[in-house]
């Protein structure tokens, strides 16, 4: 079983940047395609990036040119870079492989608020 941590949110004015940080227990970022995803309030979970296994990125839309997803596979982190936040990013964020296979961590808590 994977375990999964992530940190790194917390409150900014929109504009603010965040780095969000996602430490797995198990060596799988290597062999996984991998991803973030948030749950805004009173909404489902859905997906906001992919970064795949060769490195390739995906992005839903809304934060393409905003968020940057990259990965350590030696440290087994992965990590959210989010610049120009907006009030609609709000949300707890998460991470998991794509498709999302593994328990869900406890998530980080963004907060974009003038």
């Known amino acids: 079983q994977v375990q999964f941590v992530e940190l790194g949110g917390g409150l900014v004015q929109p504009g603010g940047s965040l780095r969000l940080s996602c430490a797995a227990s198990g060596s799988i970022f290597s062999i996984s395609d991998m991803g973030w995803y948030r749950q805004l309030p009173g909404k489902q979970r859905e997906w906001v990036a992919t970064i795949h296994r060769g490195g390739m990125t995906d992005y839903v839309d809304s934060v393409k040119g905003r968020f940057s997803i990259s990965r350590d596979n030696a440290k087994n982190t992965m990590y959210l870079q989010m610049i120009n936040l907006k009030p609609e990013d709000t949300a707890i964020y998460y991470c998991?492989?794509?498709?999302?296979?593994?328990?869900w961590g406890q998530g980080t808590q963004v907060a974009v608020s003038s």
């Open positions: 998991n492989s794509v498709p999302s296979v593994w328990a």
